[in-house]
């Protein structure tokens, strides 16, 4: 399995303001992920974060508001920019790890309260 | 397309009851299907998973089995205990992904 750790775990921001998430795994992975769960809901895909490229955006995310940087195998960033109280949410930073079959293992969670 | 239907909650059962909380899904190809747990607080952990046709997948007391005639993943556990109180997701991998059901919130109730 894979140990993930984000920082940081929580914040109150204001409105306007960016949230840059860092995501730390403890082993090389080659797909990393970034998720939203808005309060009450299921999880919902961000992006994938490629290394060494742009990263991959799903449908209703934009690079300009959700910049990902991926500059190695272990390591990546989420920014929040200029937030507004919608964006209040837990994102969580996720890895696919193949142990004889593909099994995908998430981060403790950022949760972000924008006032 | 690949989606996820989940059995809507919120699930209350008293301790030692039986629990069964089910999951459909649509896939293309032959995905790889699992549950998450979320517990109070934390992140979502990896219960169980099964990669293919009448596989069946257990943990912690927890079991599904791979159905694909009804393209089923139904989680059950004989007798919960109040620390199994969380929110359940079921999954499926087509594999380089996970699309999420909506999650189902299971309180057990001493």
């Known amino acids: 399995s894979a140990v993930i750790s984000q920082k940081p775990s929580r914040d109150i921001c204001q409105r306007g303001t960016s949230l840059t998430i860092q995501c730390q795994v403890d082993?090389?992975?080659?797909?990393m992920f970034w998720y939203r769960q808005q309060p009450g809901q299921s999880l919902t895909l961000i992006a994938t974060a490629n290394q060494g490229s742009e990263a991959t955006y799903e449908s209703g995310f934009v690079i300009d508001k959700f910049p990902i940087s991926r500059p190695n195998l272990t390591f990546s960033t989420l920014t929040v920019s200029n937030m507004s109280p919608e964006d209040s949410s837990i994102y969580l930073c996720?890895?696919?790890?193949?142990?004889?079959?593909?099994?995908?293992?998430f981060g403790p969670g950022t949760r972000l309260t924008v006032t | 397309g690949n989606s996820v239907t989940q059995m809507e909650g919120p699930v209350t059962l008293s301790e030692e009851a039986f629990l069964t909380i089910n999951c459909t899904y649509t896939a293309t190809g032959y995905p790889s299907l699992f549950w998450y747990v979320q517990y109070p607080g934390e992140g979502l952990q990896l219960l169980l998973k099964a990669t293919k046709a009448d596989d069946k997948g257990s943990n912690k007391g927890f079991e599904a089995t791979y159905r694909k005639e009804t393209t089923s993943f139904h989680l059950e556990k004989g007798s919960v205990q109040v620390s199994d109180s969380a929110v359940y997701f079921c999954a499926l991998s087509p594999p380089d992904n996970l699309f999420f059901g909506t999650g189902t919130r299971l309180t057990v109730i001493p």
């Open positions: 996720s890895v696919l790890n193949w142990a004889g079959s593909y099994e995908q293992y």
């Open positions: 082993s090389q992975v080659t797909m």
